[in-house]
């Protein structure tokens, strides 16, 4: 399985970005897809993550500011970010696991300007 993710970019505090990432390959159901974050100095730490049945579970610190969603039959994953803040920026992974395994991708640079 691979993990492709893109939509990361450059924004000023307050803005939105959308965050998307297609799975190729199988991957059993149930599952869970979702996005990871990792700020320099600091350990990577869930952001939101999503069912196949469309369960949602998000950090207190992005609550009612980001919404993760899925598309099943492509495979992919969505993050939209509103109301952005300096501390929001890292790199954001995605990620899926299944029953079997866990995939990551390689990851895309969200930075928040004050």
């Known amino acids: 399985v691979q993990l492709q993710a893109s939509g990361g970019g450059l924004v000023q505090a307050g803005g939105s970005l959308r965050l998307f990432c297609a799975a190729s390959?199988?991957?059993?159901?149930?599952?869970?897809m979702g996005w990871y974050r990792q700020a320099p100095g600091k350990q990577r730490e869930l952001v939101a993550t999503v069912t196949s049945g469309g369960s949602a579970n998000y950090a207190d610190s992005v609550k009612v500011r980001f919404t993760v969603s899925r598309d099943n039959a492509k495979n992919t994953v969505y993050l939209q970010m509103d109301n952005l803040k300096p501390e929001d920026t890292a790199v954001y992974y995605c990620?899926?696991?299944?029953?079997?395994?866990?995939?990551w991708g390689q990851g895309t640079q969200v930075t928040v300007s004050s």
């Open positions: 990620n899926v696991k299944d029953y079997r395994s866990e995939f």
């Open positions: 390959g199988f991957i059993f159901r149930p599952n869970v």
